[in-house]
């Protein structure tokens, strides 16, 4: 809607300029947004404002004359001039109905790409497997799945790469570690920061456990057998971890996913003859070096890219490199999207840079980091233990499904959950004899309420910002949380159920738009496509996760003051109904782009 009404302006500017009203060689960037207060309109533009000027008249004045030049339209139902001179579109119930109709028939209900399908590699999760997967890697993955799919949803091919940290001087230290002491399952290396610090410890007291580290480095990176041997044990054992991770966290990430650091290496070499050969390289301290002029240290000193050490040992930018050539040429994609730390911001600015002047990458390629915060405790700072140490991502889990099936008893001490009948009960209609659940469906649902809520808090944050991790906020039902969310859509399912009926059932009648209520409802049902698109050029999953807030609070107030089973009129309750399908089909696909499962009842 927003770019129709984009559209109709274009024409009367077209038009206003061929009068003469409007200056030729004009091209203004024509914004529209989503009005917040409804008596003013659906969408408002802000056209005349920005054009006064130029046209050398005041912005009412302007208005006005744009409106007469507006073609008509029958999405719009009338156009105001408000304020200093803002254009206020109303759109027309008849129009709003039937775009809701047309979603309603659609099973992806009414979303399509604005732009042309693109081919998209979306590098996430990506730890480093000498450690245990940390809280960094959380947000990566749970921020790259949300975005991965609804990039699928909207129809681009995506390509999941798990780009592990599976290669490296730490390696050395584990495989002298392992030769010790060998392991044979998953659970010997049961606790992988534990071996991983043990190991350290032996390499840092003695000499010559260190120097057979080194030695078993230089072997296994000249290819060894027995050393790979044993480095492909350790990375089975560690991405068994990260895989445990994935699943109970529902992430859409396997092992056919995972292409790490080691993967480039032999590479490397051509690389950096690569970077020689376009004369991009120079020597520093012995270190093959990129230099470009626009980047330079707090003291103006020039920064490099290292790409080889003295030594003669590769770097993290080195691998990167390798890795955009590879999405470039192998891939062919057309976007890469990378979910790694803000803190990591200047590095990839920089390695993008020389990729597209190595030509590495083709030159329509978009490179896109998207960066993230920092997920702190409650002091602020990044999120420890109690005693210091580094979260392990299983005990985060684990307590927040523990914490949300006693949050699920105290809302019904007899550790009976009945239909419907959870948290506040805003309808005035009679509920349904309760459903009884047993103690197995209370455990299923405390996980998807306990995992939901830890996405969920994740992803409804502004990805570039730093938040706090709080077990409470999260678990609450009310607020923009995964249990408000949750349970807004397990009332609509049981108004259906109530019918004997499902969201997802054909049902009779027309969506007719009539009391006020109904229509903000349905004025932001319209919105979804719009917002899932903007989730996926943006990658900003938080912009889905308010927008689905906002839907379930206005559904809210829609149930509150437009009864549906209790409607007078068979036509109204048909109407009515239709919305709730719309509403419950739109949080259901929403909650599933964001990674969470959605519940029947709770
Ligand atoms: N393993 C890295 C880390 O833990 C993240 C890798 C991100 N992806 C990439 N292509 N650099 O910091």
């Known amino acids: 809607?927003?770019?129709?009404?984009?559209?109709?302006?274009?024409?009367?500017?077209?038009?206003?300029?061929?009068?003469?009203?409007?200056?030729?060689?004009?091209?203004?960037?024509?914004?529209?947004?989503?009005?917040?207060?409804?008596?003013?309109?659906?969408?408002?533009?802000?056209?005349?404002l920005m054009l006064a000027k130029p046209a050398g008249r005041k912005p009412r004045e302007l208005a006005e004359q744009l409106i007469a030049a507006l073609p008509a339209d029958p999405s719009v139902s009338k156009v105001e001039i408000a304020g200093p001179g803002f254009l206020n579109f109303f759109q027309n119930s008849d129009a709003l109905a039937e775009r809701l109709e047309a979603a309603l028939a659609d099973s992806k209900l009414g979303v399509t790409k604005a732009e042309a399908p693109q081919r998209v590699v979306v590098d996430l999760s990506s730890p480093n497997l000498a450690k245990e997967m940390h809280v960094g890697h959380l947000r990566s993955t749970i921020i790259g799945d949300a975005v991965a799919r609804t990039l699928d949803f909207l129809g681009d091919e995506v390509i999941r790469q798990n780009h592990v940290g599976d290669w490296g001087t730490q390696f050395g230290m584990l495989l002298a570690f392992l030769q010790d002491q060998p392991v044979d399952s998953a659970a010997?290396?049961?606790?992988?920061?534990?071996?991983?610090?043990?190991?350290?410890?032996?390499?840092?007291?003695?000499?010559?456990?260190?120097?057979?580290?080194r030695g078993l480095v230089v072997k296994l990176q000249a290819g060894d057998p027995e050393c790979r041997r044993l480095w492909q044990r350790f990375n089975e054992i560690s991405l068994s971890h990260c895989q445990e991770v994935y699943d109970r966290l529902g992430v859409q990430l396997g092992p056919a996913d995972v292409r790490g650091e080691s993967a480039y290496n032999a590479d490397l070499p051509q690389i950096v003859a690569a970077l020689e050969a376009k004369g991009l390289l120079s020597e520093s301290d012995g270190a093959q070096c990129v230099f470009m002029d626009e980047y330079q240290n707090a003291e103006g000193k020039p920064l490099p890219v290292i790409v080889q050490k003295a030594d003669g040992g590769y770097l993290y930018a080195t691998t990167d490199l390798a890795a955009m050539r590879y999405r470039s040429q192998t891939l062919k994609a057309d976007r890469v999207l990378y979910f790694v730390d803000q803190r990591q911001a200047l590095h990839f600015q920089m390695a993008f840079e020389v990729a597209r002047r190595a030509g590495f990458v083709h030159a329509g390629m978009e490179l896109e980091h998207m960066g993230f915060g920092t997920m702190n405790g409650a002091d602020g700072r990044p999120f420890k233990t109690r005693d210091g140490g580094t979260v392990k991502l299983i005990d985060l889990l684990d307590e927040a499904e523990a914490k949300a099936e006693a949050v699920l008893r105290t809302k019904n001490p007899k550790t009976v959950v009945q239909n419907g009948q959870l948290g506040h009960e805003h309808s005035r209609e009679k509920s349904p004899p309760p459903a009884v659940m047993g103690k197995s469906d209370i455990k299923e649902i405390a996980k998807a309420v306990g995992i939901g809520a830890v996405k969920y808090a994740d992803l409804s944050k502004h990805r570039t910002s730093d938040y706090i991790f709080n077990y409470e906020q999260m678990l609450s039902f009310e607020g923009n949380t995964a249990p408000y969310l949750l349970y807004a859509l397990t009332r609509i399912h049981s108004i259906f159920r109530k019918l004997n009926k499902q969201i997802s059932d054909a049902l009779p009648g027309r969506i007719t738009i009539q009391a006020e209520h109904e229509q903000a409802l349905a004025a932001k049902l319209a919105q979804f496509a719009e917002v899932v698109n903007a989730v996926a050029a943006k990658g900003t999953p938080h912009v889905l996760c308010s927008y689905l807030y906002e839907l379930a609070g206005l559904f809210s107030s829609f149930y509150e003051h437009c009864p549906i089973l209790a409607a007078e009129e068979a036509a109204v309750q048909q109407s009515r109904l239709r919305l709730a399908a719309l509403t419950g089909r739109t949080l259901k696909q929403g909650l599933e782009l964001l990674g969470l499962s959605p519940l029947e009842r709770m």
């Open 1 to 48: 809607m927003k770019d129709s009404i984009r559209h109709l302006i274009q024409q009367a500017l077209t038009r206003l300029t061929a009068e003469g009203v409007l200056p030729e060689g004009l091209t203004p960037a024509i914004q529209v947004e989503n009005t917040k207060d409804k008596s003013h309109g659906d969408f408002a533009s802000n056209i005349a």
């Open 188 to 213: 010997d290396l049961g606790d992988l920061e534990h071996f991983y610090r043990a190991a350290k410890k032996r390499f840092d007291e003695s000499a010559g456990f260190a120097d057979r580290a």
